[in-house]
């Protein structure tokens, strides 16, 4: 993991017809640190991590991931390497109930059928989901599918994480489930990109707070 990182050189990015986002925008995201991006809504965050993912392109300059094997076929192997939560998470629901969800999520990575089950049965008792384990997706609630999601992003600890606004829609039990595993990641250098316009409850998790400001620069604030 640690040698993962991500690269903006000198990024810019427009939505069409829109204003420029970002101009020129240089960043570096080491992959062994936490890193809390804040800043108002509608000042680019869940932009910015769409770039850092690679589910955006730049306009111009590049968004490069430095010591990833096969850069030019990048996609593939990226997403060996990272997990995005996206802020619509239905984006990252892919099966009809939280367990089937969970086990496509581990299709075509290595392991028997029953370890697979046993990883799945694990990420749905962390995630206070075995209840809900055969429920189908449309009736569950939003804090639920937001749970569902984290626990997607849970089968792979080893990758870097970008979560964009992990805390909406949870209540207090799962918010503590989340904080204490980011904190965990941050014991042992994992890499992750949390973004939230909510920081107060994230400043313990991570190293560093990046505040993104509503003309497009970003401050380090911590
Ligand atoms: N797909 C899109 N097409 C056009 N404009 C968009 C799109 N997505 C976001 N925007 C606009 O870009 C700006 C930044 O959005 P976003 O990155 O979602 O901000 P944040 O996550 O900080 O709330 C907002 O003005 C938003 O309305
Ligand atoms: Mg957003």
Do not use: C
Not at 78 to 103: C, H, M, T, W
Not at 134 to 144: H, I, L, Q, Y
């Amino acid at each position: 993991m640690n040698s993962f990182s991500i690269n903006f050189e000198r990024v810019s990015f427009a939505y069409p017809g829109r204003d420029f986002l970002f101009q020129d925008l240089n960043l570096n995201l080491p992959g062994n640190q936490a890193i809390l991006l804040t800043g108002e809504n509608g000042s680019g965050k869940s932009t910015l991590a769409g770039l850092a993912a690679s589910v955006l392109s730049p306009l111009s300059g590049k968004v490069s991931y430095p010591n990833l094997a096969q850069p030019n076929k990048k996609k593939p192997a990226l997403y060996q390497k990272l997990a995005f939560l996206q802020q619509n998470i239905r984006n990252n629901l892919a099966g009809v109930n939280p367990r089937e969800d969970l086990s496509l999520w581990l299709q075509g990575s290595d392991g028997s059928k029953q370890e697979k089950e046993r990883f799945v049965k694990w990420a749905l008792e962390q995630w206070k989901l075995q209840d809900k384990a055969e429920k189908p997706v449309w009736s569950m609630s939003t804090g639920e599918l937001k749970s569902l999601a984290l626990a997607g992003i849970s089968l792979f600890p080893k990758r870097y994480w970008i979560l964009d606004e992990p805390l909406a829609g949870l209540d207090s039990e799962h918010l503590d489930i989340l904080l204490t595993l980011l904190q965990t990641r941050r014991k042992l250098n994992d890499g992750l990109l949390v973004v939230s316009h909510n920081a107060e409850p994230l400043l313990s998790s991570v190293d560093a707070v990046l505040h993104l400001n509503i003309d497009g620069s970003l401050k380090w604030e911590r």
